[in-house]
């Protein structure tokens, strides 16, 4: 942590292209459907063989000396999958999924950033997408996107061009997560989500047909993949946004003092509420004796323009503001980075001011100094689409939370009962709601939490494109 007060994947997204079958036992819920009928059900464990020869890139199995996959949280690297399959085009993934559909669990990895692991599922087969990664500038305002693409690299290339998609600033995150998911960013206030930038989408369905949704072709699929979360449809293999220009930007960072958090929090509520769409914020609460809180954030206009706006915060002990191009801004967030970092995780999303924003702060009270409550400011042009526009259904919250505790993997299971506390606790103050890209396996009531009113609608798409559940995973919407 530094004087950003932020982590590196606050506010982000952590999830593959799409996200498949797993051995978790999946958490309470509906009844599932009947499965397919046994004329329908293929005996036996994939041909590795077959894949092998029908493919242009690579298929590694255990022994193998490239066979060893490491995800960016390494809580979930006892995950082994039986075979990992490096794709190099579209093809590669039909035939993985014609290979493996019914008779192995299948999951896709872009960045490797998924919460819950559930890019490596256990048996199963791994669809490696980050060979498709190719980033095109296309005429006009638009932009051609592999799904194996980090966010690090979409923002170098476009800002070559002057452009920028709404996105997170976690260099490593994968695009195509980020989007399924939603997709919040420093420039949601002002530009919206990153799925509200998608024109269309080339995707792999369950029977292995490449089809392209959009407005007008797939609408139903189209709508889906704007927020209904990786995996529950099809695997993605391309995208393609519209973007916006680059804007210059003034960053910020204000320290307060030990004791002045919960008058910071109640007072950031008000004033994120209040503030133009040019200013994005947000609130970053540290666990100890004491939490300690930073606000930070950016605004598109001028150092003098933005220190009027955060004259509506209390004073804080110290503060940092500097103007930035957006790509200096992206790296300002970006810090250092790291490759690996170990860590459990859960969320909130705070649809109304906290009443009594102390009883938030009270729950990170005694907290290890490595964990952090993070309230991440909505609004503006998120709250502009309406709430079934697209799958993501929180438009009209306030803020998100993330709830972070760093833990050596060792430690993740007492760490996951901490941050379980402090979930149930804030979800007394803020209800039974949650945001799928921070998506948590012990989430309560979880399906209605990250999917509100949109969960039926979920439903009914997965089941069109997916009636046999090739894709089904712990947390699949159906």
Same mark, same amino acid.
């Given at each position: ?114 919460? %819950? ?15 498709? %990664? ?262 009209? %919250? ?21 941050? %379980? ?58």
């Amino acid at each position: 942590m530094d004087r950003r007060g932020f982590l590196k994947v606050a506010g982000l997204a952590g999830a593959g292209a799409a996200l498949a079958a797993c051995t978790t036992t999946p958490p309470p819920g509906p009844a599932p459907s009947a499965p397919p009928s046994s004329s329908t059900v293929p005996s036996g464990p994939p041909d590795w063989t077959a894949l092998r020869s029908r493919l242009s890139g690579q298929l590694l199995l255990p022994g193998g000396d490239d066979f060893a996959y490491q995800g960016f949280n390494p809580v979930w690297d006892s995950r082994k999958p039986a075979a990992i399959a490096r794709v190099s085009s579209p093809a590669d993934v039909q035939a993985c999924v014609e290979a493996a559909r019914l008779r192995a669990p299948i999951a896709a990895r872009s960045g490797g950033h998924s919460y %819950a692991g559930y890019s490596t599922p256990e048996n199963g087969l791994q669809i490696d997408l980050r060979d498709l %990664a190719a980033i095109e500038v296309l005429p006009g305002d638009q932009v051609r996107i592999g799904a194996g693409a980090a966010l690090g690299e979409v923002s170098r290339v476009l800002a070559a061009s002057g452009r920028c998609l709404p996105t997170g600033t976690c260099p490593s995150v994968g695009v195509a997560g980020l989007t399924l998911g939603g997709g919040i960013g420093v420039l949601a206030r002002k530009h919206g989500l990153t799925c509200d930038h998608l024109v269309s989408a080339k995707v792999v369905t369950a029977d292995g047909r490449l089809v392209t949704a959009s407005a007008d072709e797939e609408p139903d699929l189209f709508w889906a993949l704007r927020g209904g979360g990786g995996g529950n449809f099809g695997i993605v293999t391309e995208f393609v946004f519209s973007t916006v220009p680059a804007p210059e930007v003034t960053v910020f960072s204000l320290e307060y003092a030990a004791g002045a958090t919960a008058d910071v929090l109640g007072a950031w509520q008000t004033w994120i509420a209040q503030a133009p769409n040019e200013l994005w914020a947000n609130v970053n609460i540290r666990g100890g004796a004491q939490p300690t809180c930073r606000v930070g954030g950016c605004f598109i206009g001028s150092v003098s323009g933005l220190a009027s706006l955060l004259s509506g915060l209390p004073a804080p002990a110290d503060r940092f503001l500097q103007p930035q191009g957006y790509s200096g801004a992206v790296k300002y967030f970006a810090g250092t980075g790291v490759e690996h970092e170990s860590f459990v995780a859960s969320s909130r999303i705070v649809r109304e001011p906290i009443g009594d924003p102390a009883r938030a702060v009270a729950l990170m009270k005694g907290r290890s100094d490595e964990s952090y409550l993070i309230f991440d400011g909505l609004g503006g042009a998120v709250a502009d689409v309406k709430p079934d526009a697209t799958a993501f259904p929180h438009r009209t %919250a306030l803020a998100s939370a993330q709830i972070y505790f760093k833990t050596p993997p060792e430690g993740a299971t007492e760490t996951a009962r901490a941050v %379980a506390e402090v979930r149930d606790g804030l979800g007394a103050l803020v209800g039974d709601t949650g945001y799928v890209n921070y998506i948590d396996p012990q989430m309560p009531k979880w399906a209605e939490a990250y999917y509100g009113g949109n969960l039926a609608r979920l439903r009914e798409v997965a089941a069109k494109y997916d009636p046999d559940k090739v894709f089904a995973f712990a947390q699949s919407v159906r």
